[in-house]
């Protein structure tokens, strides 16, 4: 089932993007057995569920298992082109909610194959929204019932023992350019890890990720800064990192309290989220008393 294709101005097409998603039958992916996967939390629950042998493509940050990365990649979720998706002829589309841009997505949607956007938020209770909507889309509801029980049990222990760790201030950065933190408020995956894992986002007041000035950053006054993985500028050293103006005089510089961590697998919001909540609640339980 999808949405009208009753015309509307071109001005309003980005707003009705936003507003209505693609809506969707129960099993509409049921035939599909060219699947494309944009997200990567996606890809890893078609993995968990048993129906990788209908990907035929996924999106760059769909990563993890490392056989999805043999797949095709059709680009950046965020910045994806019709032409590239469409050209590993799908006959099924399941994406992330966010998926972009809205132009690129309003094109796929009229594009006659089978779209499901799958909706997000940043808990545990999103993570087996997101396991059941996808089970649910694939016409494999009962695996999806299992796997997210199995999921939920193992997300609540992982945050009640987190819960028992002394609350941390963290920063997560996303970013460093010419020494300023771009870091993250409220309502992204950053701050939905940082508070399953027991812990309290050090900025507050905004949502997505701001760059924050220098007296800004003091003022957060964060005991751990957490940050992905990354190369370039991103791979600042504790001590190049905590020799930044925004950071030199803050709890985390005083004993370098920082945490590394692989995006896809702190971010993700998937299957393995139980064990990202873990490690980080480990590695903060570390700086206990610094």
């Known amino acids: 089932m999808r949405p009208g294709r009753t015309q509307r101005p071109a001005a309003l097409s980005v707003i009705w993007l936003a507003l209505a998603a693609p809506a969707w039958a129960e099993g509409e992916l049921s035939a599909a057995n060219r699947l494309v996967s944009i997200g990567g939390s996606l890809t890893e629950i078609v993995h968990a569920l048993g129906e990788e042998q209908r990907l035929v493509a996924r999106d760059s940050t769909s990563t993890f298992p490392p056989e999805a990365a043999t797949l095709p990649d059709v680009g950046y979720m965020r910045q994806l082109s019709p032409e590239g998706v469409l050209s590993v002829n799908p006959d099924g589309i399941l994406a992330l909610a966010g998926s972009g841009p809205p132009e690129a997505m309003e094109v796929l949607d009229r594009a006659g194959v089978p779209l499901v956007l799958v909706p997000e938020t940043f808990s545990r209770e999103g993570i087996i929204e997101k396991i059941k909507t996808v089970g649910q889309a694939l016409d494999v509801p009962q695996k999806a019932e ?37 870091a993250s408020g409220a ?8 508070r399953m894992a027991g812990a309290v986002n050090a900025v507050q007041g905004y949502s997505g990720y701001k760059q924050l000035s220098d007296e800004a950053a003091l003022l957060a006054a964060p005991d ?8 370039g500028e991103h791979s600042l050293d504790a001590d190049a990192l905590f020799d930044l103006p925004a950071l030199r005089a803050t709890p985390a510089a005083a004993s370098k309290a920082l945490i590394r961590m692989d995006g896809s697998y702190l971010l993700g919001f998937g299957p393995r989220t139980a064990g990202a909540v873990r490690d980080l609640a480990q590695g903060l339980s570390a700086h206990d008393g610094d």
């Open 146 to 182: 299992k796997l997210a029980a199995q999921v939920a049990a193992d997300l609540a222990q992982a945050e009640a023992s987190a819960a028992e760790n002394q609350p941390k201030r963290v920063l997560f950065v996303l970013s460093v350019q010419g020494g300023k933190l771009l």
């Open 224 to 231: 751990v800064v957490l940050m992905m993985d990354r190369a």
């Open 187 to 194: 309502g992204t995956a950053a701050d939905g890890i940082i």
